[in-house]
């Protein structure tokens, strides 16, 4: 009896984590502002991640920016890089600062290895007024 209630407390424990505990915190400086015509990308370059792999990248506050589930990959090889939009309120004093994370389940996150979130930079945009 003792073992399941000692379970019990483990699982509530792990779904009561926020969602950005076990993530790595990525902070990238900014060149210069944001100029009125531009708006702000993030690239991530996945290196070799199993078919199916969730990252997800939130802002500092924990405020979702994007999921990524690369499926067409071949096995062993880079996934890629993929781009997901920062919103201008996510630059604080020149900078933004992200929370990446590898999704174990829906509510649990870890920190991903540097061969799975190979890096992660910033880019400028031109948007149209």
Do not use: C, N, W
Not at 15 to 31: D, F, K, V, W
Request: hydrophobic fraction near 50%; charged fraction near 15%.
């Amino acid at each position: 009896m003792k073992f399941s209630a000692l379970a019990a407390f483990a699982a509530l424990a792990l779904a009561a984590q926020p969602a950005g505990a076990a993530a790595r915190t990525i902070t990238l400086h900014l060149p210069h502002a944001l100029a009125a015509h531009q708006a702000l990308v993030a690239i991530v370059r996945l290196g070799a991640v199993p078919r199916g792999t969730t990252i997800r990248v939130r802002t500092a506050d924990g405020t979702l920016l994007g999921t990524l589930s690369p499926y067409a990959i071949v096995p062993g090889q880079e996934a890629g890089s993929y781009t997901v939009p920062i919103p201008a309120d996510a630059v604080k004093h020149g900078e933004v600062t992200l929370l990446v994370g590898v999704e174990i389940s829906p509510t649990l996150l870890r920190a991903p290895r540097t061969d799975e979130v190979e890096s992660v930079s910033l880019r400028y945009i031109g948007v149209s007024p």
